[in-house]
């Protein structure tokens, strides 16, 4: 039976907001029991909101499909009586989700799409989806009534702020994802901050800054800590996937301390390097006086990797090891997310793995709830040793939680923490290389049903018996952007490695072959 609204959102100031968020949420231990127990009246309402503050501004065709690649979580429907609400702002093609309510192992597509509702807002503007379903009301209402049973539902958004907090209250099921006043552990300096209270080394650096003369200031600080520092970064702080950074040289710099030190920091400051492409300097400051940041060393050495952890916090305070992964990276100073290899270098991983833990757990005694990944930079010294530094805590799902979901959901495997590797139930191990940023302007030339023939047409498609192959997501923007997202599965790195790199030169020689055939008139 569907409950009703007994106030209505608009008259609630924050504070009893916040309230009546506390008491939705101390119902998420019982209803995350539920799911394990299939009822026939269970369910999920997926709100992939992108409700994060960037420096750039994202295409109303980008944001739809951002929020497409969350539906790697339709694999949830082999729970054969889950329902799901998926709520996007424009409308997901039906091919698309046959697509994936077909890689769905040992369940009849048709019964999974039974228990599936799509609901679209009609609204390609790129505002953050949960903004715009709460400028409808009535939309909301109507959601709301889908719901077979509040006491057995929860919400699950990709990154949890006001919005996404007064989304669960209007629907009145708790969210499963960080309260929105831990927001600030997310963000740059909060981290940074965290980091050093629990003892978790960092790089050198600065954190709540809101100028040019603060980022000077901490520069100078830095340099008096260590004097041989060749290059800073600036991070907004909430910058996401390395576009809210910027690379500072401070090579030959006059001695710590010296009168003419701050002026020659502040002319490298505003010569810095932005990795976000078309931004203008001015507007980059503005942002990070609006928002705040950090200064920090970039750390090198004679090797250097990104690799991640992945986490989460469970509603009865435990904490569990997911995964880690190492980042692949590019743009202008490598610092751009691309995407990720699956299991991270065995060198490290366990060092990594303790490291995040101690956050982690943390993390769980302040009541931190859900997803999160910890960045790290990992630097080889000279004798082969492996230092980590943690430089970024994601309060959210990330560019790594849908590869790696993909995969546990399609082979029903686990990640075992003590050796890094991931076995299927019958001890296979599994690898994985996945991207977000499969772009090209030639791949314009093909339509959804144009990558569907090539994924069978060369043997590509995710093989269930062998528990191999690609999965595609962000298909929507393929034609329009030219841009499109994968995960390689194989038995070995190389095999994932290999797959991954077929994968992306058979789109673009199909790509390439369609645009040079032409029109045919007559």
């Known amino acids: 039976m569907t409950e009703t609204p007994t106030r209505p959102l608009a008259l609630l ?34 709100v992939p909101s992108i409700s994060t503050e960037g420096t750039t501004t994202r295409s109303g065709t980008i944001m739809a499909a ?34 994936y309510l077909g890689l769905l192992p ?43 049973n509040h006491r057995r539902s929860h919400l699950v958004p990709y990154n949890t702020t006001a919005l996404e907090r007064d989304v669960a209250l209007s629907l009145g099921i708790p969210m ?45 600080a830095m340099r008096a800590r260590r004097p041989s520092l060749t290059e800073a970064i600036v991070k907004l702080n909430e910058g996401v996937s390395g576009q809210g950074n910027a690379v500072v040289d401070l090579r030959e710099l006059p001695a710590c301390g010296s009168p003419e030190e701050a002026a020659i920091i502040a002319e490298r400051v505003l010569a810095m390097r932005l990795e976000a492409e078309n931004l203008a300097l001015g507007v980059y400051l503005e942002a990070f006086a609006r928002h705040g940041g950090i200064v920090e060393e970039r750390i090198t050495g004679r090797e250097l990797t990104s690799p991640s952890v992945q986490m989460r916090a469970l509603p009865d305070g435990t904490v569990e090891l997911l995964s880690t992964h190492d980042q692949l990276l590019g743009g202008k100073s490598g610092q751009r997310y691309l995407g990720c290899v699956f299991p991270a270098d ?9 490291s995040a833990m101690v956050i ?66 019958a001890g296979a191990p599994k690898y994985l290389v996945a991207t977000d940023h499969l772009e090209d302007d030639r791949l314009k030339a093909l339509t959804v049903a144009d990558l569907f023939d090539i994924t069978m047409n060369h043997g590509l498609h995710f093989d269930q018996s062998r528990c191999t192959g690609v999965v595609f997501h962000m298909i929507s923007c393929l034609t329009e952007c030219g841009r499109v997202g994968l995960t390689a599965v194989g038995d070995s790195p190389e095999e994932a490695r290999r797959v991954y790199e077929q994968a992306q030169s058979v789109l673009i020689a199909e790509a390439t072959a369609a645009r040079e055939e032409g029109i045919l008139v007559g």
């Open 176 to 220: 499963y994802g960080s309260d929105p006043r831990f927001g600030h552990l997310g963000g740059k300096t909060g981290c940074r901050r965290m980091f050093e209270e629990l003892g978790v080394p960092c790089p050198v650096g600065a954190e709540d800054l809101r100028s040019v003369d603060d980022i000077v200031a901490g520069i100078q």
């Open 346 to 354: 065995s060198a490290y991983a366990a060092a990594i793995a303790e």
């Open 66 to 99: 951002m929020e497409e690649r969350a539906l790697f979580l339709l694999l949830l429907l082999r729970q054969p009586q889950l329902r799901m609400i998926y709520v996007t702002s424009q409308p997901v093609s039906e091919s698309i989700v046959e697509y």
């Open 360 to 425: 982690g757990r943390h993390l769980a005694g302040l009541g931190v709830l859900g997803r999160f990944a910890v960045d790290y930079v990992v630097v080889q010294d000279d004798n082969g040793e492996w230092t980590p530094y943690a430089i970024e805590l994601n309060l959210r799902k990330g560019g790594t939680t849908h590869p790696f979901l993909t995969l546990q959901f399609l082979t029903d495997g686990s990640y075992g923490g003590a050796d890094g590797m991931y076995r299927t139930p």
């Open 13 to 46: 100031d924050d504070a009893e907001r916040y309230r009546t968020f506390d008491e939705l949420q101390g119902t998420m231990p019982t209803v995350w029991e539920s799911m394990r127990l299939g009822f026939a009246d269970e369910s999920v309402v997926v």
């Open 106 to 148: 040992g369940v009849i597509p048709s019964h999974a799409r039974a228990r599936l509702t799509l609901v679209a807002v009609g609204d390609a503007s790129p505002e953050p989806l949960s903004a715009k379903l709460l400028a409808r009301p009535r939309l909301l209402r109507e959601i709301r009534a889908l719901i077979p």
